[in-house]
């Protein structure tokens, strides 16, 4: 992204979105709730500072403040965090499924006893404004509740041998020690959607946050013990040195299974790695979202679905709708009135009343927006709105909508994760079909059309693994989620989930 231009061009004054100045002292609550987050790592059951000592300061990115330093896990730390996830296995592996979905319940329940200060301390550590992250506490609970329903419906499988002697037995046993490695964007939910289904499935885990945004994990993580979670069923690793902590233990014959969401460019890295030992893997990865909108579309019900698409976690999803492509007989009208809602949004901390923007996650998040947009207005496009870094303190970047893209614009290509709406306009159905489909990527796509049978033809039309039809919002606990092509392998929720934590035993009895 370096080698593209920082010029600003722009043929019409952009609207300037409303930005609240805020001093955001840390208060009371704000300093009472960081001091019982726990600091240390989460091995075998007891919470343990670093083996060297070392700390890594978690910041708040409306501020640029340090919330709490905790513990820097070395390549020790996390082979000891699997040897508490082995010691355990076994045991949770026979543990009644009734009794592993008993204790998923009871974490659920006591989330949403703690839904306030859960969503407090993810807005102070990853930004999103907090209504949103009311929302991820609901999205993310939903995960321990679902799966705790799972638990006792593993589905097995018994019928007569072809040959006439006998039966055929298939049985779902638990896959074994897994290590799970969440990005920083959904802190709550990222961690659920994978401990959850490993648990009611009887795998132990290890979990390893994003170092920008682990204090929601550890936060989690100490719920669960609460709850009665046994000693190493549950490990929590925090580190600055994911690369160096995650080979030793992704080596190591014991592990049976690593399940990563991230970017592709790590996941594929850790695809070569998994391979030399043969692990299970679930891979959710990057997106480039089409979201696409024909003549026939209800045009305000569209611009309702873009706004969610793209500002929900200021733009950082990976569902987020990333080219919004228009029928050009109203694509001026979808223009006006996104510019509209755009001048609408509030900027700022994600803590004030009425904060629907908040900052991006760290300053290169802000430099990669903005050369996006650039580069996409050196080509030819117009920006209606935005298009800036914020002035001040905290990693903000304007709301900003960007017109007649242009192909070849990096834009279209990588994933923006930004506040940054780019429109495209196509003329027929199979223009808009191969706009859509022209990305390395293919998580989730959205379709804006009140013809039944053109929307039908989209589903099977677009490659995506996921589906919004007259709709800009479509996680769901209880269905499958995840990608094709670059976006990965696997799906995390509804029936689906728990089957990436077990694996299929085939049993021969003779009756003879
Ligand atoms: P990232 O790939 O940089 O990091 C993800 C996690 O991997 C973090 O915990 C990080 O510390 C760790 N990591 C990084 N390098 C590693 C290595 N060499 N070995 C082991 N671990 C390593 O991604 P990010 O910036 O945290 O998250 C944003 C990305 O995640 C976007 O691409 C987004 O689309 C994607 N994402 C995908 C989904 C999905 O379900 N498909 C959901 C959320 C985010």
């Known amino acids: 992204m370096t080698t593209m231009p920082d010029a600003r061009t722009t043929d019409q004054a952009p609207a300037v979105p ?20 726990p600091d240390g790592l989460f091995i075998g059951g007891h919470w343990t500072p670093s083996s060297s000592g070392s700390t890594l300061d978690v910041r708040d990115p409306a501020t640029g403040r340090v919330l709490k330093r905790i513990a ?14 082995v010691a355990a296995a076994d045991s949770w592996a026979a543990t009644a499924p009734r009794v592993r979905g008993e204790m998923l319940r009871s974490a659920f329940d006591l989330l949403q006893e703690r839904r306030d200060e859960v969503a407090l301390l993810m807005t102070m550590e990853m930004g999103k404004p ?59 939910a990222m961690a659920t959607r994978k401990i959850a289904p490993a648990l009611a499935a009887g795998c132990t885990v290890v979990i390893k946050p994003a170092e920008l945004t682990p204090l929601t994990t550890l936060y989690v993580v100490a719920m669960l ?37 991230g970017s592709t460019a790590v996941g594929r890295r850790l695809l070569k790695q998994a391979a030399d030992n043969v692990l299970r893997t679930s891979m959710e990865l990057g997106g480039n979202a089409p979201f696409v909108v024909f003549e026939d579309a209800d045009l305000e019900m569209a611009v309702t679905g873009a706004m969610t698409a ?36 509030v900027v700022g901390r994600g803590t004030e009343p009425d904060v629907t923007i908040g900052p991006l996650i760290n300053e290169k998040a802000v430099e990669k927006a903005d050369a996006l947009v650039h580069d ?28 007649g893209v242009l192909p070849g614009s990096y834009i279209l290509r990588e994933e923006i994760f930004g506040p940054v709406i780019s429109i495209v306009e196509f003329d027929t159905e ?11 990527y293919g998580l989730a796509g959205y379709v804006f059309t009140t013809d039944l049978a053109r929307a039908h033809r989209l589903i099977g039309s677009v ?40 694996t299929t035993k085939y049993t021969l009895i003779p009756s003879a």
């Open 310 to 345: 793209k500002f929900r976690n200021t733009g950082q999803a990976c569902t987020a709708a990333n080219r919004f492509l228009v029928h050009r007989t109203i694509a001026g009208d979808f223009a006006d009135r996104i510019t509209e809602r755009v001048r609408g949004l």
């Open 463 to 502: 490659q995506t693994g996921m589906m919004g039809v007259n709709t800009g919002i479509l996680s769901n606990a209880a269905a499958p989620f995840g990608g094709v092509k670059q976006s990965g392998l696997g799906r995390e929720g509804g029936s689906e989930g728990i089957q990436e934590y077990l």
């Open 72 to 85: 820097d896990a070395t390549p020790a730390d996390g082979l000891a965090a699997l040897d508490a996830a």
């Open 18 to 37: 409303e930005v609240v100045e805020v001093d955001a002292p840390r208060n009371a609550r704000e300093a009472e709730l960081l001091k019982r987050v």
């Open 130 to 188: 907090l209504s949103e992250a009311l929302g991820e506490v609901t999205y993310g609970g939903e995960f321990l509740r679902w799966f705790s329903e799972e638990a006792v419906r593993i589905p097995g499988r018994f019928g007569p041998n072809p040959e006439g002697s006998g039966s055929i037995v298939v049985s779902h046993q638990p896959v074994g020690p897994c290590y799970l490695i969440t990005p920083w964007n959904f802190p709550l």
């Open 430 to 440: 199979e223009e808009a079909v191969a706009l859509a489909n022209a990305t390395e």
């Open 225 to 261: 013990e609460e709850v009665g979670v046994p000693a190493g069923v549950v490990n929590v690793i925090t580190t600055t040195a994911s690369a160096a902590v995650s080979e030793p233990i992704i080596a190591d014959p014991r592990l049976r299974k690593i399940s990563f969401t």
């Open 376 to 403: 996409a207005v050196d080509r030819g496009a117009t920006l209606r709105a935005g298009g800036h870094p914020v002035e001040g303190i905290g990693t903000f970047y304007e709301p900003t909508v960007v017109t």
